[in-house]
């Protein structure tokens, strides 16, 4: 047994010594199952008789091990301690406060007013009480909407019967007094606060069993040294009781100085108080609860679409919710009807038949359920399903019968549906049994049927002419001497496709269709021995019954769609020109191999192969002709490697081969075997033999490579390092190699290069070209436009930092395509250009054989409406000779429009002036190498004097580049150059 059930985790608990010793708890129990429960502050009061106190304190000190300290008035308490409080003394506590009064205050309050006998008082007259007991049978009545106008109506009853001061009811909650309601004066507690197990307002009163009269000041608002003024005296508390279990208690307060006698027949009264309040929250709760149901219940008919109903039968009054008054055209169920009443809204061919169900089930107790017709309020039928459940006296006789009515009216029409598609249905198979003879035979898929035994029952035409078998002579015969199925890559038969389904239950009244074969492609065998791909399903054969009656078997010949299917896989994973692997699949091949190098020590080497001299061989013989050689090319790779290697050609004339456990040591000995028949191989093409050499990239595979992007950069830039040295050479990448640290930067850059482009950093300047007679005096009527970039902070970049990054990695031709762009859009603000100024403007190689970029400038001219004979096309000789009848083709298309071509940097690179014949040329600007040292060098000057001159007999003008000082100036003067440019004449200034 337990004083206190619960208290909140942390709360200071009141203990009483004196009252657990009386009440012959033990101690040690008690302080245990508060400790369990949360509490481990304590304030203990001691019994004021001495030998009491000591057995006490002893019982104490056995069950706590918390510090103890002697208790003070205004002190604050530190959680996990004991406070004693002395002997005489009232505890008060205000939140984490403690307050002392002694008992001799409140004995000496009492006296004074006991000594005040004209105020005793002598109890409520009798037809007072009859007063109070009315208005409280009134209150009883009554319902209502909460609980606060419940105690409100109550309390207001309770204060003016006794004239008192205040009502307070609380409510006991998990160990804890909550103060629920106030009324009148209530000393400084609210609504909603929560109180400590022990308090002055209800003492030890944890589990209230009678009303009891006491005077106990409140601890609620307390100040030191003023306990008795600020206190609230109350003076009757008595217990609330709802439907068996203590809801709280019911406090009585007075004004200070008002007597504390009740006569008996008060007491009574006030108890009469109580069973009322705690009978009144009792049918609030039940209505509460009924409510709830009903709503719910209600939301329950509501969705299923029915009304109840309750037949009184000695009294033939029948009662329907709500939802079925409609029925007999009434808005109220009061009163009710009869029986008869309610067969009239049944159909009449239906009335005899549910009179006779509720005879049968009153008589024989048989379940009543039934399905009839009724007839709504606008005398439109609907199909109901009424179910009722009669209740018998003890003479056996039937005195009420209740049930409920539901609308399936819906379901009947899927039901009467149903039967017209049913019979439909059977007179459709009676007409469509023949037609499925005939379809069978028609289609092209084969068609075989077994009984339960797995012998052919039927086969159609198709499956005979893929068996070999005629349908008479296999008919009887087990499925596997005809439908033999063979695994097509291992050739081995497969068993007997009725095993796939063996599984299925035999009464399992469904179909369960599951392939013939499962995870492999199968083949059927012919009887002569040919065989043909297949795909099918077996499916099980029920009887009407549910019973398996045999199975069928569906399959067709795939044959060309499987040769199909694996052609469109070879050709997603190979080059169709080599036949070797093409470059998607080998950057498979590639990932994979590097994930391999990362979970184990395998050593791999990548190679990257580039052919040398082959675009001479295709310009010069064609592209069959390179095609030809690329093929041929492939085969002699494929035979200088193992097995165990990956070949794949990853565009152009360009191969990748991934070397499987291969260091670089032996890498580097298969490298020179290839690149040693590769340069013995001799290519014979109409009568000519060429010769044809390769450059080779390796890397090694590594575990700190992240990619396989990484490493195919890694090799390009060995690969690429092989060329710059001389072609037809072997080059390892290593991370130390000043030259391949040179080509990543060169890497770099052109990602640089393509952030400038993507954030608009690429800018326009140009320098004039001027007439060598008077090259200061005449105004600027010829330009050079010249590329500059921003990095990010904003300085210029000479073309020369970044051009060969960006020829090295295919960026020229969008960023010819940008140059033109924005110059055409520069010229088209400035409007009409004076008659005789162009600019010049540079185009790469890459962009002159790029035929898509022909058609970019012609619709550039007409989007900017600029002049073609204002626009001026530099080339370099080394492009315009690479690819001559592109060029010639690029140029002489441009040239109907009206453009004009230079042809830059000439003398450095092939000088050969046999290609200016085919060439239309309107200037040849000289190298300015040579132009530069041309004062000091005869050579130099020989070469400016050649090249002039040969231009002037072809009709070509000359500009000189690199025009430092007036003493080159006159040097060029002197031999006749046409045109001047360089830094000695004007430099380079923004185009805005």
Known sequence: MTLIESV???????????????????????????????????VVMLPSETQARHTALEALRCAISQPVTVAQSNMDLSLGCVYIVPPNCLPILDGQRLY????????????ERDRDASRMRQGLSPDQINRSLQQLYQLGTETYDNLETLFTAYARVSRDCFDLDGVILGRLEGGMHVIEFTYGASGGLVAGQVLPAYDAVWGTMTECQETITCAFPMGSGLEPGDQESSCVWVYIRTPIVVRGTLYGVLCFTVKHGQDLEFHPTEYEMIESISRAIGHAIGIYRVQTELAELKGRYDLVLQGAGGWLWDWDIQRDRLVVTQEGL?????????????????????????????????????????????????????????????????????????IRMAGSVHDISRRKRAERKQQQLEIALRQALSNEQKLAQCTLASIEEGVITTNTRGAI??????????????????????????????????????????????????????????????????????????????????????????????????????????????????????DALTGLLNRRYFEQQLDDALTQTKESDEAKVLCYLDLDRFQIINDACGHLAGDRLLQQIGQTIQHNLRECDTLARLGGDEFGVILHQCNLEIAHALAECIRQAVEDFRFVWEGKSFGVAVSIGLVEFTRDIDDWQTLLRMVDTACYAAKNRGRNRIRTYQVDSMELIAQHQEHRWSIQIRRAIEEHRFC??????????????????????????????????????????????????????????QSFELLSRSGTSPEGMFHSINLSGTSINDESFLHFLQNLFQQYAVLPSSICFEITETSAIGNLNQASEFMMTLRDLGCKFALDDFGSGMSSFG?????????????GSFVRDIETDTTARAIVQSIHHVGHVMGIETIAEFVENDAIVAHLQEMGIDYLQGYGIAMPEPWI
């Open 8 to 42: 909140p985790p942390n709360a200071i608990a009141i203990v009483s010594l004196e009252t657990l010793v009386a009440a012959e708890y033990d101690v040690t129990s008690q302080f245990a199952h508060l400790a369990s429960t949360g509490c481990r502050t304590y």
């Open 100 to 111: 002392l009064i002694q008992e001799s205050a409140i004995g000496d309050h009492a006296r």
């Open 326 to 398: 409609d029925l007999f055209g009434r808005k109220s169920s009061v009163g009710g009807v009869s029986l008869k009443s309610f067969q009239t809204v049944v159909h009449s061919d239906d009335r005899d038949r549910v009179c006779a169900a509720i005879k049968t089930h009153l008589e024989q107790r048989q379940p009543f359920e039934i399905e009839c017709r009724m007839y709504r309020s606008n005398q439109s039928l609907m199909w109901v399903q009424i179910t009722g459940q009669a209740l018998w006296n003890d003479n056996e006789e039937p």
């Open 457 to 574: 029952v039927y086969m159609n035409p198709s499956a005979e002419m893929m068996t070999g078998w005629g349908a008479e002579k296999a008919q009887g015969k087990a499925l596997e001497m005809v439908f033999l199925l063979i695994d097509e890559q291992t050739q081995e038969r497969l068993p007997n496709p009725l095993a796939v389904i063996a599984a299925i239950a035999v009464n399992d009244s469904s179909a369960v269709s599951v392939p013939l074969a499962l995870e492999v492609a199968i083949a059927l065998r012919h009887r002569d021995g040919q065989q043909c791909s297949i795909e099918g399903s077996i499916t099980p054969l029920h009887q009407a019954n549910g019973r398996q009656r045999g199975h069928v078997i569906v399959f067709r010949n795939v044959s060309q769609t499987r040769l199909l299917t694996a052609k469109l896989s070879w050709e997603a994973s190979h």
């Open 764 to 821: 326009l300047y140009r320098q004039p070209i001027v007439t060598s007679q008077a090259p200061y005096d005449t105004p600027y009527r010829h330009y050079e436009v010249l590329l500059r970039m921003r990095d990010e902070q904003g300085n210029i970049l000479s073309p020369g930092t970044f051009i060969p990054a960006a020829e090295r990695y295919d960026l020229m031709p969008t960023i010819d395509r940008w140059i033109v762009r």
């Open 915 to 927: 290609y200016l014949k085919q060439l239309p040329i309107d200037f040849l600007k000289i190298d």
